[in-house]
């Protein structure tokens, strides 16, 4: 891929900056630049996390989400001082396109884009394209998707399934064997996890949730009484203590945190994943070749992780388990049945792993390459 250069928008919630920031690493690690044109209220902190790995970033002035009448006119502002912030430094860049990741933060960065003839190309990482993609669509040259869209009637222009940019971390240490995972994570946190014993990994997203950190727990104390597994919890942020209450005395192995940067670890050691099905998850988990049980986050945007979940639990991979069914009761009896047939935990792996599509950074970055290209 010749040398290329160019500007991402993807603030907003984690789930569009760090496919952005993973896509810009790349590039810039095969020779080309990268910039970060970053918007929404976590702006300044993604600006320092993207440093921290050498990618240059701008934070464009503060963008709130465009609901009600006052934060209505504070979005109002801030696309205005966005748009004119994002022209400036794409006058000093010249990137060849503007990549944009979703969401409403990527609305002044686009449409500086727009009004100085650099092309525009989107990606999406749901299995149901959102609201500021499917606007943008027609004004793009490819619409890239993490996954197969249930409603690619409502875009306009090229669509293309390319997969999600995971990071370089992740994809590198994609092939490490459970045994090499579970040895990690003992050297790594002292703990003494056993490799015949089935390994369950829980995580509830970035801020942990009741379901996740006092439902789960209260099953998983009935459960070891009828069969042997461990534990690994990633709690979420200021919410370790309230795990390790509701565990309590448990008998079972356990590793509970807050939170880790080797999720390569947990996710190789596991045999099954109990967790949300934001896009990266559910591109992770079949990356992995993880066997999932999927409880969608019910109050997300048109209610976009059921149709990630659907992406897993469509293809034989996952169990769909929606958040109103998620008794202490129901969860017992359903991960009971799955530990009790490790082949069957297996068997869903095997077919996660085939709806896997690695490298996707460096896949989307060729295609939008080939689009610059001259045609002969």
Known sequence: MPELTLAITCGGTGGHFYPGLSVARVLQKRGGRAL???SGTNAARQKSIAASFGVPAVALP????PRGIGTFFEFGCGALGGYHAARRELRTLRPQALLGMGSFTSLPAILAARRSGIPVFLHDGNARVGKANRFFSRHAKLLATAFPTCNAEKCRGELLVTGMPLRPELEQAAGITRAEAIAGLNREFGVELDTAIPTLLIFGGSQGASIFNETVPKALRKLQE???FQVLHLAGPKKLAEVRDAYGDVVFPSLLLESSEKMELFLGAA????????GSTVAELARFGKASVLIPYPYAAENHQYDNARVLAGHGAAELLPNAECTPERIERLLAGLLAEPERLKQRGALAAELARPAAAER???EIATRLSPQP
């Open 226 to 228: 009828k069969t042997e």
């Open 62 to 65: 503060r963008m709130p989400s």
């Open 271 to 278: 045999d099954l994943v109990f967790s949300r099905s934001g």
């Open 364 to 366: 989307l970055l060729a």
């Open 36 to 38: 970060l044109l970053l």
